[in-house]
């Protein structure tokens, strides 16, 4: 069996691409998890229900990117074949409330991670990923694709942009196989509740339940190119199944602003976005991204890859599943009462 070490596996991206490699019955899964006092595992739990003969092929190890040692430690343990290195503060507008954190984990976590597979790439051969952003590209004029000039505007960005081109380095410094995704932004119903889309489908659903009256929201102009996670963690997975390993950019190809993205899911539930949403400061940064929109053609090209679910049906899908979520909700505020 192929042996995958993925870091950030409770997160959104870890999750899926779990369940991807589970789902092939030549692999055997190690996921990093950080110590806590609190279990954050809502994402993985169910995977024990949907992917047969998970037992003995999942496991999950305590480890932390801020944390050579215990990096070094979970690879001579572990040995994995593949690494893909998802673990991250992903949320660019608390970036600029906690830029050295990020950059901690971010920039120096990737960082530690590339010297503990450098060291047992010595022993064994490792092939690694790095989850690179769109977000890199900043101001940079649209479309953006691999030739692009980066143009970082935020401290998530930055940090990226570093953990970015030391994973370039070490692959042309010591021939390590390691790739970078750079992918755009992807969503789904495994999407955390801080970030806009899935406070807008939450948001919609609570209002559609009576659970909610208003949502708060920043800048509705800004423009992404958004698509399914579940899309992205396969070019993750094709990527490392290459003959040599190179960078590529993950997107849809296409750009919707966050206005199209309320008046989608509102509508989906007879709901007028115009009606219950207010815009907020706070939720602004303080440098904008104002349009990214990406060129996956050699993606297309060089991997076979492309995305399979379409801007309407994410928003549906993310819909549907937060309206059933608003629905237990509101019957468990009556059970209580009662």
Known sequence: MKRALITGVTGQDGSYLAEFLLGKSDYEVHG?????S????????PLFGRVPDIRGRFHLHYADLADASSLSMLMEQVRPDEVYNLGAQSHVRVSFDQPLYTADVVGLGTL????????????QPVKFYQASSSEMYGSAPPPQGPATPFHPRSPYACAKLYAHWQTVNYREAYGLFACSGILFNHESPRRGESFVTRKITLGAARIKEGLQRKLVLGNLDAKRDWGFAGDYVRAMWLMLQQDRPDDYVVATGETHSVREFLEIAFSQLGLDYRDFVEFDTRYTRPSEVDVLLGDATKAHKELGWKAEVDFPGLVKMMVEHDLELAKREKFAQGYRAD
């Open 32 to 36: 990093l998890v950080r110590r806590s």
């Open 38 to 45: 609190s279990i954050n595992r809502q994402r993985i739990d």
């Open 112 to 123: 530690r991670l590339l010297e503990a597979v450098r060291q047992l790439n010595r022993s």
